[in-house]
Structure formats: structure tokens, C-alpha cells
């Protein structure tokens, strides 16, 4: 049932989502620090939109890959140590993308010298390769817990969960997505 509530509220919204997302999974004390969530409108950043599909991906996965009690706690821990990664290097990748950007502005009002652009080239290949051996390394450790067909299983759970966060945040973008224009009927000749 928990399942179903919450594929209905993934497709509906994100402020749905959210709101079935935070009745499963209650907010801190308030004595916790932290932003607030930005929920109740719907209008939601990239950043919440990913930590909601987080959080989903962990409440499904022992059921979508068939996970025992045992493999649990195993598969928890290194599926967070997963998504850390993946975050962090999302976020490395971003800052010098933008710092990029920035440099090769061709209306930069000073002029950039090509060697800071060749620095921040080089940094964003080693990034690159950092981050390909740091997955490689975040998803060996998570199938160590699991065997071949929750591998399997994971893989594609896990391609599904990011389908359905592009159409989300697809149909978020959408001027007036919650209200589609009415369909004009050709009128009839008489």
C-alpha cells in the first residue's frame, strides 16, 4: 500500500510527493538545525527534487530487489555512501563548470588568461576521473552486499528512479502543468 501512495504521489507533483514523502518520513525536532524545506509550494530546487528521490530509492529498495532483513542494513549504509558521493562530485562538478563558464565569457569585461582556463580544463578531467573511480569503488562495495540478480535488480530500480525524477522535473518546468489548456473542438459547419 505504502508503495502504491507513494508511486501515485510521485507522479502527481512534487508538493504531493513531498508532502507523502514527510508523512513516512517525519522532519527533524525543530531544535535540529537546517533550511526549512521549500514544500508547500511545489516549487522546489534540483537539489530537493534529488533528496526526495534519494529518500524514495531507500524506502523502496528492499522490496524492489527483494533485500533480506540480514542484507538490509549492509545495503543501507553503502547505498548512502553512494549517493554522498555521487552528491559531492554532482557539486564539484557544478562549481567548476560555472567557473568555466565565467573565464571563457567572451563579454568577460577583463581578459582571462588561457592558462587559468587550461587549470580549471585539467582540474574538471581529474574530477572526471576521481569520480568515475569513486563510483566504480561506491558500487563494488554495494554489490558485495547483494548477488547477481538484486544487482541486476538495483541497476535498473535505480535507472527508473532517475526516469521518473527527469519527467518530474520536466513536467515541473511546464508553464502551467497543473492546468493544461482545455482541448479547442473544430466547430461544426452548418
Known sequence: ?????????????????????????????????????????????PAEVQKLFDAYLVMEAQQAISL???QYPHFLARLRALQDTRRRNTQERIQLMGQLQRLSNPRQP?????????????????L?????????????ALDEVLDVRQQARFRVFEEQIE?????????????????????????QQR
Open 1 to 45: 500500500m505504502r508503495a502504491f501512495v507513494l508511486t501515485v504521489a510521485l507522479l502527481a507533483s512534487p508538493a504531493a510527493f513531498a508532502q507523502n514523502l514527510q508523512m513516512v518520513n517525519p522532519p527533524p525536532p525543530p531544535d535540529v538545525p537546517g533550511p526549512p524545506p521549500n514544500l508547500a509550494g511545489g516549487d522546489m530546487t
Open 110 to 126: 577583463k581578459p582571462v588568461q588561457e592558462s587559468e582556463i587550461k587549470e580549471r580544463l585539467v582540474a574538471l578531467q581529474e
Open 128 to 140: 572526471e576521473s576521481r569520480n568515475a573511480a569513486e563510483m566504480r569503488k561506491a558500487y563494488n
Open 163 to 187: 526516469r521518473r525524477k527527469v519527467e518530474l522535473l520536466m513536467r515541473a518546468r511546464r508553464p502551467n502543468a497543473a492546468n493544461p489548456p482545455a482541448i479547442r473542438r473544430p466547430q
Open 68 to 70: 533480506s532483513d540480514q
